[in-house]
């Protein structure tokens, strides 16, 4: 594991925006963890001719071969990871009462913690997510595990030790001040340990389990270390009539969030699944964020987010797994699930809802880090961004993916093009041979 300076030649492929995917035959060279040239294979050989690279390892990739950008998560629980695939049978609010709440109890134990969350690490970086946006449980210690986790593994991480103050059955829930000292205390540990690639998140879990003064001192805390906040809204209709009796002063869940100053440029919210217009405009004007999560949407029965009125609204979007709501931690899925579930709301007669795959592939990407206010760093291949990137190869060993001698001849272009395609559909962790993050090789099956 080390920082060299690195030339990578070959296929290269990144968003500029939702509309514009960008597919070259090139070059890109990474400096200390940051992208500092990139351009065509004529130039690549004018430089290397010219020594500019010499003491660079340089990478020539096959035919077969091709550099992204690194998978963002907007959204995954690392504590309900033991649980992916299993009790999905009840909604929401029954769903977090029997199976979720019990499963985070137990990260009062910090060696639990640490197996889970070195475990739950590695296995996002061998899926290509350089970047999550995790929840961790209601404990200091435990969440603390998930950082360490993070640095030690060089993932980019944000960290969210949720806040509950609303008591439930589970008995897993805080008094109101001790949360607010152990949400401070939480930031500062995070803060303290001044890792470039990890910060905190202040984590109310939803309006459902926090009070309203609890959430006013979370919005202190947040804007006291300027640090990002995260939540749900609006992902199931039995949740939404809850939060709407508990706060009856409020017109609209939005309005619960907005009362407590918690809907701000920093803040990414999770689901968004039934957002009136009026949500969603304010959400909007505030510049929040929001994490589609098609998977659990899908198996809690919440909903089909209607994804692209969200991003009508001109709201940033990335992806989220969610898990365990959600039952696959890869976002490849979380690709795949996004045309799905927009494909259905298409077919259900909402024209032009359905997104193709290079729309779902830029959420991915460039629009997860501008979700998570990351876009000057990462999600693309402009040059004095950090270089977080992942190294695919379509036929490599063991791959889904077969190739069929004989089969139409291509251009360069249609060739390179259709290898991305044929990834983003029947891709998995097999195809993802390397992977960096911020020039670190966190993983190499090459
Ligand atoms: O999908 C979800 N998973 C959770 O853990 C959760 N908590 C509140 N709302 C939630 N939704
Ligand atoms: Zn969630």
New binding site residues.
């Given amino acids: 594991m080390g920082k060299k300076n690195i030339v990578f030649v070959g296929i290269l492929a990144s968003s500029d925006s939702l509309e514009k995917l960008k597919i070259n035959y090139g070059y890109i060279a990474i400096e200390q963890g940051k992208i500092t040239k990139t351009g065509s294979i004529k130039e690549f050989e004018r430089l290397a001719e010219s020594g500019t690279f010499s003491g660079y390892q340089i990478i020539k990739l096959s035919a077969n071969q091709f550099i992204i950008p690194g998978f963002v998560d907007c959204h995954t629980?690392a504590p309900?990871f033991p649980n992916i695939g299993l009790g999905l049978d009840r909604p929401?609010l029954e769903w977090?009462a029997k199976y979720?709440f019990p499963l985070e109890k137990r990260y009062k134990d910090t060696e639990f913690a640490a197996k889970v969350y070195d475990q739950v690490v590695q296995r996002l970086l061998r899926n290509g997510t350089t970047t999550a946006c995790y929840?961790g449980s209601l404990h200091v210690d435990g969440t603390l595990e998930l950082v360490k986790s993070a640095i030690k593994h060089h993932q980019r991480a944000l960290i969210g030790k949720v806040s509950m103050n609303k008591e439930n059955d589970a008995g897993y829930y805080n008094n109101t001040k001790q949360e607010l000292a152990d949400v401070e205390t939480f930031v500062k540990s995070v803060i303290s340990y001044q890792n470039e690639l990890v910060e905190p998140v202040v984590t109310p879990?939803?309006a459902v389990?926090c009070d309203k003064e609890l959430m006013d001192g979370l919005s202190e805390i947040a804007n006291k270390y300027n640090s990002k906040i995260q939540s749900?809204i609006s992902?199931n209709l039995s949740e939404i009539e809850y939060v709407l009796q508990t706060n009856p002063d409020c017109k609209s869940y939005g309005d619960v969030y907005n009362k407590s100053q918690i809907l701000n440029n920093r803040c990414i919210m999770a689901h968004a699944v039934h957002l009136t217009d009026e949500e969603l405009t304010l959400l909007s004007a505030k510049g929040v964020s929001v994490a589609h999560c098609p998977a659990?949407n899908t198996r809690?029965k919440s909903g089909l987010c209607p994804v692209r009125r969200i991003i009508d609204s001109n709201i940033t979007v990335g992806l989220g797994t969610?898990v365990a709501?959600g039952d696959n931690a890869s976002i490849l899925d979380a690709i795949r699930r996004t045309m799905d579930v927009s494909t259905c709301l298409e077919m259900q007669g909402r024209p032009k809802y359905s997104l193709n795959w290079r729309e779902a592939f830029y959420l991915a990407t460039l629009g997860g880090a501008q979700a998570l206010n990351l876009g000057d760093r990462i999600g693309n291949f402009d040059v004095g961004k950090d270089f977080d990137a992942l190294l695919v190869d379509v036929y490599a060993k063991g791959s889904q993916i077969d190739q069929f001698a004989g089969a139409l001849e291509k251009t360069d272009d249609e060739h390179a093009v259709e290898l991305l395609e044929k990834f983003i559909f029947l891709g998995d962790d097999r195809n993802i041979v390397q992977v960096y993050v911020k020039g670190n090789l966190v993983k190499d099956t090459l």
């Fill in positions: 629980h309900q929401l977090l979720t929840f879990r939803f389990s749900h992902e659990s809690l969610d709501g």
